[in-house]
């Protein structure tokens, strides 16, 4: 009998050794260098039979893999495509989905949260904001927020996806405020050995607030056109850069045309060591992103309640995007692209582009 490797299979290799692991088993298994290079060279699969003549530990090897379900017989179809949404996702896509399931908060758990907390109080704790040079410029923002007089259910009711926009100046007021509320500090708690953090209009696991924001000024009243760092404990714009053309912008976001008469766009990032070094276990990852989600919302939800309309791509080019905002390290990377300004609106108060439905359909 013949036996092929199950389908998708990893390896990686680390300092301590070569491990071979798959989404459709749980765990993963340290393996010796050679029995690695015969799982991965042996394309008309491995017959144990004449494996055993050449060595019996090899063999061996070989048969407990058979065993835990990494190899299977060369005509098994059981484990043929990939299930589900990892079939269009891809398999390294459902192998981070199974790796990070089940992650215990502390690792090792025997060791306790007070060892837990020791480690951290001998690491270097990441500010909660990334912190501006003193001789670095800043443009101050007003300070006086703009009324927001919309019910909480008008905004639940007429927060929008909106691509088209009038081409108006933003308000520096309004522009001002949604950057206050979407990514600057409401309040600061003394968390004890967490040490100061931040509160925010949005949720954030253990308040670690990895986000960042970028703002590419296009027409903002009172405000050059350029690329600028929001700094939120000073409220201010930290100049990055020159001016960016929209078919710029468009260009980074795949021509959606969300850029084409906003007011200014926002790129977010991910300062992930923030939140690693409170979460130091690969779960923590799949909550980064949804932080960022809570983030994208309250930026939505305040340009509603402003009487502006917002749009929230995933779809960007991350390298070029990040060579425009001056990142290029793997401790902070994009994660959203966001458009703002003055929406154009139809008769019924929805996106101009937006068609009700005129005929019965199948819901």
């Not at 059981?78 to 996702?89: I, K, R, S, T």
């Not at 917002?310 to 070029?320: K, L, N, Q, S, V």
């Amino acid at each position: 009998m013949k036996l092929r490797l199950i389908d998708p299979v990893f390896f990686s290799v680390r300092g301590d050794g070569t491990y071979v692991s798959s989404p459709r088993i749980k765990g993963r298994l340290k393996v010796h260098p050679s029995v690695a290079g015969i799982l991965t060279t042996a394309v008309d699969g491995i017959d144990l039979k004449a494996l055993a003549a050449e060595s019996e530990a090899l063999a061996h090897a070989v048969e407990k893999l058979h065993e835990l379900g990494y190899l299977v017989p060369m005509d098994d179809t059981a484990n043929g495509e990939l299930p589900g949404p990892w079939h269009e996702w891809g398999a390294l896509t459902w192998q981070f989905h199974q790796s990070i399931r089940d992650t215990p908060f502390i690792r090792p758990e025997s060791e306790g949260i007070d060892a837990y907390y020791e480690e951290l109080r001998h690491s270097d704790r990441p500010a909660n904001s990334k912190r501006s040079h003193d001789d670095e410029d800043v443009l101050l923002l007003p300070r006086i927020r703009t009324r927001m007089p919309a019910s909480f259910q008008d905004v639940l009711e007429g927060r929008r996806t909106h691509r088209d926009f009038t081409g108006d100046a933003t308000p520096l007021d309004a522009f001002a405020t949604l950057l206050h509320y979407s990514f600057g500090p409401l309040r600061f708690i003394d968390a004890g050995r967490m040490g100061v953090l931040q509160l925010r209009a949005n949720a954030s696991g253990g308040s670690r607030h990895e986000t960042e924001a970028y703002v590419v000024v296009l027409n903002v009243r009172g405000v050059d056109p350029g690329v600028y760092r929001y700094d939120g404990i000073r409220h201010g714009l930290v100049p990055l850069g020159e001016a960016v053309p929209r078919e710029t912008l468009e260009h980074l976001t795949f021509r959606q045309g969300f850029f084409e008469a906003a007011g200014f766009g926002v790129f977010t990032t991910a300062f992930a060591t923030r939140m690693s070094w409170k979460y130091r276990h690969p779960r923590a990852y799949k909550v980064l992103l949804h932080n960022v989600g809570h983030v994208a919302q309250v930026f939505s939800m305040t340009a509603a309640a402003l009487g502006l309309g917002a749009a929230i791509t995933g779809a960007f080019r991350d390298t070029e995007v990040e060579r425009l905002i001056g990142q290029s390290g793997p401790d902070e990377f994009a994660t959203f692209a966001l458009a703002c300004g003055t929406p154009v609106l139809g008769d019924d108060d929805l996106p101009v582009r937006y068609q009700v439905p005129t005929a019965p359909f199948s819901a």
